[in-house]
């Protein structure tokens, strides 16, 4: 085998692992082109000057396996319970913050899940959101950034790009992270 077909192999075989991880399945079905290329630490183009740290493709290239998951999974009565949570104490009693990474278009076609939650694009969040400073992040989304010990719960369209929202934020250096795997394909039945 030649060096190069070895290093493709290698490649390949780590972002089999890293999507097997990622969305807990055992076959990596999801995993696209275009999301192999993402997991190599190609974020694509952006329309600003500033990339806050993106996430090193090293990193996301190591091959992870379910128990390097760095986020823990709830279903619609744990999100439920969560914003129960939040309405009696707010963000700061509640240690919670739900950030919905779907685009803006798909939560104006829906509606929000709730009006607790944040709306930040994926797309942003792969651009570095995460690690903008405080004063930027609150400028530019209009919500101020979530705290290291803040509970980050995560939620999208049906909880895979929330899974990749919570991996990113983990690799930021957030400890506290939720994914909710229904998404709003489950909250709007």
Same mark, same amino acid.
């Given at each position: 085998?030649?060096?190069?077909?070895?290093?493709?192999?290698?490649?390949?075989?780590?972002?089999?692992?890293?999507?097997? /991880?990622?969305? #807990?399945?055992?076959?990596?079905?999801?995993?696209?082109?275009?999301?192999?290329?993402? =997991? @190599? %630490?190609?974020?694509?183009?952006?329309?600003?000057?500033?990339?806050?740290?993106?996430?090193?493709?090293?990193?996301?290239?190591?091959?992870?396996?379910?128990?390097?998951?760095?986020?823990?999974?709830?279903?619609?009565?744990?999100?439920?319970?969560?914003?129960?949570?939040?309405?009696?104490?707010?963000?700061?009693?509640?240690?919670?913050?739900?950030?919905?990474?779907?685009?803006?278009?798909?939560? /104006?076609?829906? #509606?929000?899940?709730?009006?607790?939650?944040?709306?930040?694009?994926?797309?942003?969040? =792969? @651009? %570095?959101?995460?690690?903008?400073?405080?004063?930027?992040?609150?400028?530019?989304?209009?919500?101020?950034?979530?705290?290291?010990?803040?509970?980050?719960?995560?939620?999208?369209?049906?909880?895979?790009?929330?899974?990749?929202?919570?991996?990113?934020?983990?690799?930021?250096?957030?400890g506290n992270i939720i994914n909710y795997m229904g998404g709003a394909d489950e909250w709007f039945q």
């Amino acid at each position: 085998m030649r060096s190069t077909q070895r290093v493709v192999a290698a490649l390949l075989s780590a972002n089999v692992q890293f999507c097997r /991880a990622l969305i #807990g399945h055992q076959t990596p079905t999801f995993c696209s082109r275009g999301n192999f290329a993402l =997991q @190599r %630490g190609n974020v694509g183009p952006t329309t600003s000057s500033k990339v806050y740290n993106a996430i090193p493709s090293t990193r996301l290239m190591m091959g992870f396996d379910e128990s390097d998951r760095p986020f823990s999974r709830i279903n619609k009565s744990g999100l439920e319970e969560i914003l129960d949570d939040i309405e009696k104490g707010g963000r700061e009693d509640s240690g919670y913050i739900i950030i919905d990474v779907r685009e803006e278009d798909e939560v /104006a076609f829906t #509606g929000k899940i709730s009006k607790h939650a944040f709306t930040l694009p994926l797309s942003y969040i =792969q @651009r %570095g959101a995460l690690n903008m400073p405080d004063n930027d992040f609150m400028e530019t989304f209009g919500f101020e950034k979530p705290l290291p010990d803040e509970t980050i719960v995560f939620t999208c369209k049906a909880g895979i790009r929330s899974a990749t929202a919570a991996s990113m934020a983990g690799m930021s250096g957030f400890g506290n992270i939720i994914n909710y795997m229904g998404g709003a394909d489950e909250w709007f039945q």
